[in-house]
Nanobody, 119 residues
Framework: QVQLVESGGGLVQAGGSLRLSCAAS????????LGWYRQALGKQRELVAG???????NYADSVKGRFTISRDNAKNTVYLQMNSLKPEDTAVYYC?????????????WGQGTQVTVSS
């Protein structure tokens, strides 16, 4: 059973930065993808960024150039560095783990961490 524990959310002013972390445990092996999704109030959950076990990344168009996803395979931890934050980045951010080579929104989820960007 894979478990994901997120940390690093909070309140920040527009233009500021935050770094989210997600520690994974319990069966992290093989071809897999660690990803960050977000869900704003009244909206559907959407992929923010994903990174495969081999290091390939993909990003939502809305965060390209501002957010960076990375992972430390020795620690089974994925990070999301968020710079130049905008009020529209406000959402609950969820960590996701799934087997495979690209993010699909299946697999395991963390409990979520709130990110609030004030204008």
């Amino acid at each position: 059973q894979v478990q994901l524990v997120e940390s690093g959310g909070g309140l920040v002013q527009a233009g500021g930065s935050l770094r989210l972390s997600c520690a994974a445990s319990g069966g992290i092996f093989g071809l897999n993808v660690l990803g960050w999704y977000r869900q704003a109030l009244g909206k559907q959950r959407e992929l923010v960024a994903g990174i495969t076990s081999s290091g390939s990344t993909n990003y939502a168009d809305s965060v390209k150039g501002r957010f960076t996803i990375s992972r430390d395979n020795a620690k089974n931890t994925v990070y999301l560095q968020m710079n130049s934050l905008k009020p529209e980045d406000t959402a609950v951010y969820y960590c996701n783990f799934e087997w495979g080579i690209k993010p699909s929104g299946s697999g395991y989820w963390g409990q979520g961490t709130q990110v609030t960007v004030s204008s």
